[in-house]
């Protein structure tokens, strides 16, 4: 019995979790296509820019924690895409990014629409093949998943010349290999033993940005066994530990200086997970001070001394080596003195979160502050709400109000503008409920596409454009390094004016209801009209 291998294609997907195919298709794309016209159970998202449907599934990975699949359209559809792509090996995601290629029999004639896609994706790609037979289509399909989820994942691309996918092949579907069974590390109890020597008021738990939602529950247990604070990063592209536990401590901007500040009086760093460590701009420091021991732990061995030297180094599964070292860590430190350090922080983190709050409802507007208009914005959604977030308005004081949960919020860490929106709508598709998206008005003309795609498909999405008209994380940046442009006063090319974007008629333009919302009272009512509908919503809300 023979079938052609698009079929094979189409099982190995349903067998991988795939619910959604994200691209923006061409002519060499027309079998996969063809293939899904009769798949009703896989749902084709169109993205109206390749960049759009990159980031689409990158959120969509992102919510449902499965590897997520894109195809593209040729040379010049994976060129628009590389941006997106850049963010997510940043940050990463698992995908399995393919891109149709011309018809192998005459690609030594070079062919319109043919080129070395390969070269072109292997920077920003774990694995970069070209398929050349159909017979070939499953196995190298179930070898890009599964290199696309194995610590640290990433994307992962495969070149489909277009005749392949309708060669007759023959066989049953490769299956899929059993997922390895990783289990905590050997030293859990040898890390437990050493912290329980040590002042526990010198003791700082450090996350990288590249720790799953499921390292969530060892990570509290752990960090409650010794009453430790937890420290994240600024530009985190996921959150592992609810920002509204005791423990918390908060967010380390990317500046060895203020980093080695916060580390100057320990004993120890637990640093688990990698790229904890994360700058911008150069400074004439070093993060972690000398005498200070690194205890770092994490599921694969490329994180070891990528960042700093590790005097003690444990791999395994990260959850499972945390919970083994928080039961031990219970057996042998003073339990009493723990809940009290707990206690302690708890009413030290609601004092000044109180404090922050009323100085941050102080300020005056419109326009409101930037703090102002994102703690506006959080207090009117839902708790559980889960955030994509790329917007400088939430870096200044805001952010230790800011509300993460494993899961529930991520972060567009790659430095790469065009994905949040984008991502938002992928993540709602992923059925992750009510998303909102912030982004500044700057980002936002990356990708406006995705207000196309969020109509169509109707997802629950609520856009926040933080609007203060100029790229405004630029200008902070030439302020605190004192270039000529804050200097003169005169920033070149740093403005969005003459004209400004108009954003609720962009909205409109897409099919996207939107309202513009000055002050707290029109940011609540404009939440409230945008949780009453089924489809997406835009809010611009003015900062200074």
Not at 133 to 148: N, P, S
Not at 362 to 371: A, C, H, R, V
Request: glycine share 10%.
């Amino acid at each position: 019995m023979t079938r052609r291998a698009r079929d094979v294609l189409l099982d190995i997907l349903r067998d991988e979790g795939i619910t959604h195919v994200f691209g923006n298709p061409g002519s060499t794309e027309m079998p996969l296509m063809d293939a899904l016209v009769d798949a009703p159970d896989i749902t084709y998202v169109l993205g109206l820019q390749e960049a759009t449907a990159v980031a689409m599934a990158d959120g969509w990975a992102l919510a449902s924690g499965r590897a997520g699949f894109v195809n593209l359209h040729a040379m010049g559809g994976l060129g628009n895409a590389m941006g997106v792509l850049v963010a997510s090996k940043a940050s990463e995601t698992p995908l399995v990014v393919t891109a149709g290629q011309q018809d192998i029999r005459h690609l030594m004639t070079e062919p319109w629409l043919s080129g070395d896609l390969v070269a072109l994706a292997s920077p920003v790609s774990k694995s970069a093949k070209e398929v050349r037979r159909g017979e070939d289509v499953g196995q190298a399909l179930r070898r890009a998943f599964a290199i696309a989820r194995t610590p640290p994942s990433g994307p992962v691309f495969l070149s489909l010349p277009m005749d392949i996918l309708d060669q007759e092949v023959s066989g049953p579907t490769p299956p899929g290999s059993a997922p390895p069974r990783v289990g905590p590390s050997p030293d859990a109890a040898r890390l437990a033993e050493k912290l329980a020597t040590l002042d526990p008021d010198r003791v700082l738990v450090v996350l990288g940005d590249d720790l799953a939602a499921s390292v969530s529950e060892g990570l509290v247990a752990f960090a409650e066994a010794g009453g430790f604070p937890v420290w994240g990063t600024q530009l985190t592209s996921r959150a592992a530990f609810p920002s509204a536990h005791p423990c918390w401590a908060g967010v380390l901007k990317p500046d060895f200086a203020v980093m080695r500040r916060h580390f100057e009086h320990a004993e120890a760093i637990v640093l688990v997970g990698g790229r904890a460590f994360v700058a911008y701009p150069y400074r004439e420091a070093q993060p972690v001070p000398e005498g200070v021991a690194v205890l770092h732990v994490a599921d694969n061995p490329e994180a070891f001394g990528r960042e700093h030297a590790a005097d003690m180094a444990l791999l395994g599964d990260i959850g499972a080596t945390l919970a083994a070292a928080a039961e031990r860590l219970g057996a042998i430190v003073d339990r009493k003195a723990v809940a009290a350090r707990l206690a302690a922080r708890a009413a030290s983190k609601r004092a000044a979160q109180e404090a922050l709050r009323a100085e941050i409802l102080s300020e005056d507007g419109p326009p409101l502050s930037p703090d102002a208009a994102v703690l506006a914005a959080l207090d009117a959604l839902p708790t559980d709400t889960l955030i994509a977030n790329d917007s400088a308005a939430t870096f200044g004081k805001v952010q230790d109000l800011l509300i993460t949960r494993p899961g529930r919020y991520f972060f567009s860490r790659g430095g790469v503008l065009g994905c949040n929106m984008p991502a938002a709508v992928g993540a709602s598709l992923a059925g992750a409920g009510l998303v909102a998206s912030f982004v500044g008005d700057g980002g936002a003309m990356y990708s406006p596409q995705a207000l196309w795609s969020a109509a169509h498909y109707r997802a629950k999405v609520v856009f926040f454009v933080f609007n203060n008209r100029r790229y405004g994380v630029l200008q902070n940046v030439a302020k605190s390094l004192g270039y000529s442009n804050a200097l003169a006063g005169r920033f070149v090319g740093m403005e969005i004016v003459g004209p400004a974007v108009d954003f609720m008629a962009l909205a409109a333009s897409m099919g996207v209801p939107s309202a513009r919302a000055d002050d707290r009272g029109a940011i609540a009512a404009a939440v409230a009209d945008a949780l009453r509908r089924e489809g997406p919503s835009l809010i611009e809300i003015a900062i200074r």
